[in-house]
């Protein structure tokens, strides 16, 4: 079972297609980002990264376009102090500006190869919980980047919308996303968030919870990729049928040596279990606010689990279990966010009031 989510992740992430588009829907998460062409699915999903070196201008790392998504996270703690692999954005809002543009420019222009010149109008995913300027600030490096009109949709909006879930109608529905920076809860009716709740513990709280737990059990350092390939392989939230093990590498501390170690799924299930009950104590907090008339909903619609945290076996039941709610994992909910952003692009009339216009 966490074989097959591991599989599940390394597959979705080889989506890269070279298509033309003149609309973009735009999932611009923490971890990855992922572009959304009107009846053509997801035509791009590349980690969020860039490699920039050091006092230059421009900051790009000139490494023939190839400094950008992919090959840019190769490069995260493996380089010289003269150049750094970034992730731009901060528990999903923008904290490089620059950077983020010279992200966006390049997947835009990698979809968009057969289409120069076009200046496509964009819906781009933004947290429910940002501010004001951090909006602007999303809506103006995307024109910058190229777009000729951009349109923000909160996440669990456009998540709800990808997973086929008709939010426009006056009946209590609740996702739970978890991403790479943030985890989002909602309750929406009525195409309108009624409550929520936000919190940056997701994906990467995961992964940091992993080092800790490495370092503290077994006096071994190991870096984010590292942490991040052991989550996706064996990580679960619920006791598996067949517990699994993994090597791990990493550098000991006390001797400053390389050292291996196996580690099962069983540690890493203790490891992940704070901001795993995190968020579900977040899903509670989300209930408890929610009004009596549609929290009686829930009894019928349940919980939907959207972006990559989703997947991890067991989150499902565990959830379900605590909430005493039916559970259910969105089709590739992964793509989930980005397949709303496509649709609302789709029908912009419909869903006009759902969007945030520049």
């Not at 890493?268 to 104590?281: L, S």
Request: hydrophobic share 45%; proline share 5%.
């Amino acid at each position: 079972m966490a074989d097959s989510f591991g599989l599940s992740i390394r597959k979705m992430l080889n989506v890269t297609m070279n298509l033309g588009a003149s609309d973009l829907g735009i999932d611009l998460g923490t971890a990855n980002t992922l572009v959304c062409v009107p009846g053509k699915g997801v035509v791009l999903m590349e980690p969020s990264v860039v490699a920039v070196r050091a006092n230059s201008n421009p900051p790009i790392v000139p490494l023939n376009g190839r400094a950008v998504g992919y090959e840019a996270k190769k490069m995260i703690e493996r380089t010289p102090e003269s150049i750094k692999a970034i992730r731009p954005l901060k528990d999903g809002v923008i904290a490089d500006f620059q950077i983020t543009e010279i992200m966006l420019r390049y997947f835009i222009r990698k979809v968009q190869k057969r289409s120069w010149g076009v200046r496509p109008r964009m819906v781009v995913s933004v947290p429910s919980g940002i501010t004001a300027v951090e909006e602007k600030a999303v809506r103006n490096s995307a024109v910058n980047a190229g777009a000729r009109r951009v349109h923000t949709v909160a996440e669990p909006k456009a998540g709800a919308i990808g997973a086929g879930i008709r939010i426009s109608e006056p009946i209590g529905v609740m996702v739970i996303d978890i991403g790479g920076g943030t985890s989002e809860v909602a309750v929406l009716s009525l195409g309108e968030v009624v409550t929520l709740e936000s919190l940056p513990i997701a994906g990467d709280e995961m992964d940091e919870a992993i080092i800790s737990y490495v370092r503290e059990m077994y006096g071994l350092e190991i870096g984010h990729r590292t942490a991040e390939a052991v989550k996706i392989s064996i990580a679960s939230a619920y006791p598996l049928e067949e517990e699994v093990s993994y090597e791990i590498r990493g550098k000991d501390i006390a001797a400053g040596l390389p050292r291996r170690l196996q580690i099962s799924s069983a540690e890493i299930r203790e490891a992940i279990h704070d901001p795993v009950y995190k968020i579900i104590d977040a899903a509670k907090s989300c209930l408890d606010r929610t009004p009596p008339e549609l929290a009686s909903d829930l009894l019928d619609t349940g919980i939907t689990l959207l972006g990559g945290g989703a997947m991890i076996p067991g989150l499902r039941e565990l959830i379900s279990e605590e909430t005493g709610l039916t559970v259910q994992v969105a089709e590739d909910p992964i793509k989930a966010v980005a397949r709303g952003t496509a649709i609302l692009l789709e029908k912009l009339d419909e869903y006009e009031d759902v969007l945030e216009a520049d």
